[in-house]
């Protein structure tokens, strides 16, 4: 899921967007400009990966254009992909607009509720919103990812009961997989009921889940079990061994409970293989404390001054640089 930042709102986003009157027309006709519409739909996605959402979006316009009124699933990708790139810009009025045609072109599209309701949350029509996120439920009332997509965004709108409200409705689901167990467990997880998480998770476990290990390993963190947490994760990195979060994970309990040289001997892992930027600071972070909590003070510098070449203007840390060379005597 893309996640969107709208002001001080956030919008989850699973696909992207189309033009009104192309969906209203409700032409299947075969399409000989077929390849044309495909070329702009390529170089939309090649803008819209860059960053560039008005060139992407005049490349949609265009693979529309050349739909011929023909709607298949290509069209209302092309669609999904333009609203996306609408709400980049700020035009949400026009991209709400686009969602109300592919819902009165078919009102069965449960995604298109979904998220025109991720945009209604963004512009704060929560009790608007809140229907659309029912009613997407009830055409794909089994779909554990929208319950949590329906929570992350009420949660960030502010709503946090009716948020939780959501996840008890799909903790109402009889699990029968370990994706859905596992799942199951997150919720519990986010409602801090941890002891049926754990239940859950043991379940998604025995079936085969791997995801469940690391759940399983943050029920135990909130427990305060860190050592039993530690174990799972360092087991799961024994075959996982980049995978990002279980080592930011073991570098943070390592850290946590001073045990500064194991958790050295994981951070520059974690920080190659970390998945956003958040987490590759928090990581940067955790190896300069660590260094100076060993006395490292030459290697908290050269640390220090590698971090700063991506976040130059961190006070703390350009004062933590004048701190370290006092130290050891650099200039």
Do not use: W
Not at 25 to 43: F, H, I, M, V, W
Not at 91 to 111: G, P, T
Not at 202 to 229: C, P
Request: proline content about 2%.
């Amino acid at each position: 899921m893309i996640v969107v930042r709208l002001g001080k709102k956030f919008i989850g986003v699973m696909s992207c967007l189309c033009l009104t009157a192309l969906l209203l027309t409700g032409c299947t006709l075969p399409n000989p400009r077929q390849k044309d519409e495909l070329s702009y739909r390529t170089a939309g996605i090649m803008q819209m990966n860059k960053g560039d959402y008005k060139a992407a979006l005049s490349a949609f316009q265009k693979a529309l254009d050349n739909s011929n009124g023909r709607i298949s699933d290509i069209e209302l990708d092309i669609c999904y992909y333009k609203a996306y790139c609408l709400i980049r810009v700020g035009k949400n009025e026009e991209a709400l607009s686009v969602y109300d045609a592919i819902i009165n072109y078919n009102k069965n599209i449960a995604e298109a509720y979904l998220l025109r309701g991720h945009l209604r949350v963004a512009t704060d029509d929560i009790e608007a919103a809140k229907k659309d996120y029912n009613k997407a439920l009830s055409l794909n009332s089994r779909s554990y990812p929208y319950y949590l997509a329906i929570y992350q965004n009420l949660v960030y709108a502010g709503d946090i009961n009716e948020a939780e409200e959501f996840l008890r409705k799909g903790l109402t689901i009889k699990a029968s997989t370990a994706e859905e167990y596992c799942y199951q467990g997150r919720f519990y997880l986010l409602l801090k009921e941890y002891d049926a998480a754990k239940l859950v998770l043991s379940n998604a476990m025995n079936e085969g889940s791997e995801d469940a290990k690391l759940y399983m390993a943050a029920v135990l963190r909130e427990m305060g079990q860190g050592e039993q947490a530690y174990g799972i994760y360092e087991n799961y990195v024994k075959s996982h061994e980049n995978d990002a979060e279980a080592l930011y994970q073991i570098v943070s309990i390592l850290t946590e409970t001073g045990e500064y040289e194991r958790a050295i001997g994981y951070v520059d892992t974690a920080i190659e293989v970390a998945k956003n930027d958040s987490s590759r600071k928090k990581l940067m972070e955790n190896k300069i404390f660590c260094l100076e909590k060993l006395g490292m003070y030459k290697e908290a510098i050269t640390a220090v001054r590698t971090y700063l070449k991506t976040y130059p203007d961190d006070q703390v840390m350009i004062r933590e640089l004048t701190f370290l060379n006092s130290r050891v005597g650099s200039p």
